[in-house]
């Protein structure tokens, strides 16, 4: 069975009302936070009233998308009626917002620093800051001046999008006369050898990578993690913990995609996301429990590090579940009930 996560240094205090923005279908995490002795209830909110993780929170509501002006007064007025004392961004928009407006909550936010955020949400960016600090990357070439002079002689390619995430903002190039619908800014990227690993960190307050567990992406669909196993892989885990330490305002959930050939010993890092990854379910199943972690530091407690007790070999197997209600009827997480929320005004 996988160890559980550490205890902290101080006393537990009260449990905590978290607020996980654009809750989609990561029902996964919402059963983690769940699972914490430290978090009383749990407020999800997302643009779909039909969004099916809001089915699994204590409380759900509907609000604008973040480009809406009205967006961050329902959140603030939410974040009222509710007593959320916990923000939890799960996508890159969530955090852009967040970072933009960083002294309006009450309720601590649990997101990287504006300078973090901006090396990991640009892929230009992260390769330029993982060259500067000699981590290993891709060859990586601007698509315009790939579309003049193609430097890469073996096909297929990939092409990549500069802000894309998951499987979003990716082509492949199988013959050099596809580049040509390929935008200016776009990267383009040699096919890497070896597997594919994700590296989930955990980053407290102090800077320090509480945690750095590797899993193997055995299967992927649409970008997310289908089969994936635990790995306890020492250079994989070194790397992973000298980025994570090394970035500047980090904090909390990391993921680091590297491609690993252990035949060469050849690797290369391509992405880094300052979030809740989509195998995260695979990491808490483990024994790591980044979500109890996120609440014991915002009730001041200090973590100890580094924990290493997690269960290795673990196997995760991803499958459809679904969650039936009436559309009609009267509840605190029903679509209609939650549309009745946008406005705020009056308490359930």
Not at 265 to 274: C, G, Q
Not at 289 to 306: D, K, N, S, V, Y
Not at 330 to 348: F, T, V
């Amino acid at each position: 069975m996988p160890k559980t996560s550490p205890s902290c240094s101080a006393n537990s205090g009260n449990p905590l009302n978290v607020l996980i923005l654009s809750v989609s279908a990561k029902g996964g995490l919402v059963k983690a936070f769940r699972e914490s002795s430290n978090a009383n209830r749990i407020v999800g909110v997302d643009a779909d009233a039909y969004a099916p993780a809001g089915q699994l929170c204590d409380r759900f509501y509907t609000i604008p998308k973040q480009t809406h002006p009205t967006c961050l007064e329902k959140i603030q007025a939410l974040c009222q009626r509710e007593s959320i004392d916990l923000i939890i961004p799960t996508r890159e928009d969530d955090i852009a917002f967040l970072n933009q407006n960083p002294n309006v909550f009450q309720a601590k936010i649990a997101t990287c620093s504006s300078e973090c955020f901006h090396i990991c949400n640009n892929k230009w960016e992260t390769q330029a800051w993982l060259t500067k600090h000699n981590f290993q990357a891709p060859p990586t070439l601007r698509a315009e001046y790939a579309k003049a002079d193609m430097p890469f002689t073996e096909f297929p390619l990939i092409a990549k999008s500069p802000t894309g995430s998951g499987s979003r903002g990716i082509e492949m190039l199988k013959k050099p006369q596809d580049i040509r619908n390929i935008p200016d800014h776009w990267l383009i990227q040699p096919l890497l050898n070896g597997n594919e690993y994700t590296l989930n960190a955990y980053v407290d307050m102090q800077g320090h990578c509480v945690t750095l567990i590797p899993h193997a992406r055995i299967r992927v669909q649409e970008g997310e993690v289908s089969q994936g196993l635990t790995v306890r892989n020492q250079v994989l885990i070194e790397l992973g913990t000298q980025i994570a330490e090394a970035l500047p305002g980090a904090y909390g959930p990391m993921t680091i995609q590297v491609f690993f050939d252990t035949l060469s010993s050849h690797l290369a890092v391509t992405d880094i996301n300052p979030r809740f990854g989509g195998g995260y379910p695979l990491v808490h199943r483990s024994g790591a429990r980044f979500t109890e972690w996120l609440i014991q530091e915002a009730q001041g407690m200090t973590l100890p590090h580094p924990f290493t007790a997690w269960e290795n070999n673990l196997m995760i197997l991803r499958y459809r579940e679904s969650l039936f209600f009436k559309k009609d009827a009267p509840g605190p997480n029903s679509p209609s009930e939650s549309l009745q929320h946008l406005s705020l005004e009056k308490g359930p």
